[in-house]
């Protein structure tokens, strides 16, 4: 780790939020020299901090070793400019050797993804997290998503364990739910919003004290993603209002046709304007001709915002 536990807070309370896709060469190898460049075009932009394997990234499709040399990688190349979670999860020991190598390979932080498949007893997720927090030293910060939601007192209960557990990542899009942990958990925690395209929930998120979010779009229309964060926070609606309708909505709708779009479009955005990173890995598939197309047309609609 390159950054205190404070710093790491401070990083991802505030300010735009990476996520950057995972590179696979034309056999679906794992490029480390095309994702080395696409992380030192990252942290050229106005970012707080880089989380690396993540949902964007398909952590769920790399093996160990792979996710040990993608978390690799991008510490050498980030190289202490801002902190680099990486990923942990599916059951608790694959959770813990994940974390593991992520704090072997010198990350400042995990997101902890939900357990694999089977639905779980708040419970029994509480005891799920509480295992890999108290398997590193590194901090943590849960993924409330899926099969793997926590309520307010299971949050509560999972903080108090936990004093490495620093954050709560929404990937919901309750804002009942998470504006009810928010006032109850307080700021023993910092909140990241983490729906899909984060950027259409931004506003609510702002409201009950979400100041920052996931970025997937970053990967291919940064300087757009990075002026609607600083918009936002700005207040300036009617900038907010207009990429939101201009590019936000007709993006959702299309990630909406087919699901795994959420990643698979990130990937086709980064071909089309020039930094490919190779396919998606089954079970997720790439859009066709035509969505590729409208794609193509958001991204041009992107540059004139």
């Known amino acids: ?9 401070e990083a991802i309370g505030d300010g735009l939020l ?8 034309s056999e679906g190898r794992f490029d480390a020299g095309s994702y080395r460049r696409r992380l030192e075009w990252f942290v050229s932009h106005d970012i707080s901090a880089v989380f690396v394997a993540g949902g964007t990234g398909e952590f769920f499709n790399l093996s160990l070793d792979e996710y040990r040399e993608v978390v690799r990688v991008a510490v050498e190349t980030v190289d202490g400019k801002l902190p680099v979670i990486a990923s942990a999860g599916l059951s608790v020991e694959s959770g813990k050797a994940f974390a593991r190598a992520a704090e072997e390979a010198g990350a400042d932080g995990i997101l902890l993804m939900p357990p694999y498949l089977t639905e779980c007893p708040q419970e029994g997720l509480v005891e799920y997290a509480r295992r890999i927090c108290d398997a590193t030293e590194l901090n943590v910060i849960y993924y409330n998503r899926g099969n793997g939601i926590l309520n307010a007192d299971s949050v509560q209960a999972l903080a108090d364990r936990c004093p490495n557990l620093i954050g709560l990542k929404d990937g919901k899009g309750d804002i009942q739910l998470l504006n009810k942990i928010v006032k109850t958990v307080g700021d023993r925690l910092v909140y990241v919003g983490g729906v899909p395209t984060a ?6 998120y702002l409201s009950i004290g979400v100041n920052t979010y996931s970025s997937a779009v970053f990967n291919f229309v940064p300087d757009m993603a990075v002026k609607f964060y600083k918009e936002l926070r700005k207040g300036n609606r009617e900038v907010v209002k207009q990429i939101t309708n201009d590019f936000f909505i007709p993006f959702v709708d299309l990630r909406d046709r087919k699901a795994g779009y959420a990643v698979s479009l990130i990937k086709a955005g980064a071909e089309i304007i020039g930094r490919p990173a190779g396919s998606v890995r089954a079970p997720l598939t790439m859009p066709s001709t035509e969505e590729r ?7 041009e609609k992107a540059r004139q915002l």
Not at 1 to 9: E, L
Not at 199 to 204: L, N, P, R, T, V
Not at 293 to 299: D, G, H, R, S, Y
């Open 1 to 9: 780790m390159k950054f205190s536990r404070a710093a790491v807070v």
């Open 293 to 299: 197309q409208q794609l193509e047309t958001l991204v």
């Open 199 to 204: 950027e259409i929930f931004a506003e609510a």
């Open 18 to 25: 990476s996520f950057p896709i995972t590179d696979f060469d």
